[in-house]
């Protein structure tokens, strides 16, 4: 069973050293880490857009 499973293993390690899976592998972490920024500043100007909104309506109310 080692001898057959050798060539599997030794294929699978390979696979993993070439270069275009180490490429892909770090375009898509560096792709996740773009897209989970972006959401984090997207949540973040939504609160401060909500809370610029409730301090005019604020505003409003008390002039009315």
């Known amino acids: 069973m080692n001898r057959q499973e050798a060539p ?3 294929k ?3 696979i993993m050293k070439t270069s275009i899976c180490r490429t892909g592998l770090i375009a898509f ?3 996740g880490v773009i897209m989970l ?3 984090l500043a997207e949540f973040i100007g939504l609160l ?3 809370d610029r909104v409730g301090t005019h309506a604020e505003g409003i109310a008390g002039f009315i």
């Open 29 to 31: 972490s560096f792709v």
């Open 37 to 39: 920024g972006l959401w």
């Open 8 to 10: 599997w293993k030794n």
């Open 12 to 14: 699978l390690i390979a």
């Open 48 to 50: 401060d857009f909500i």
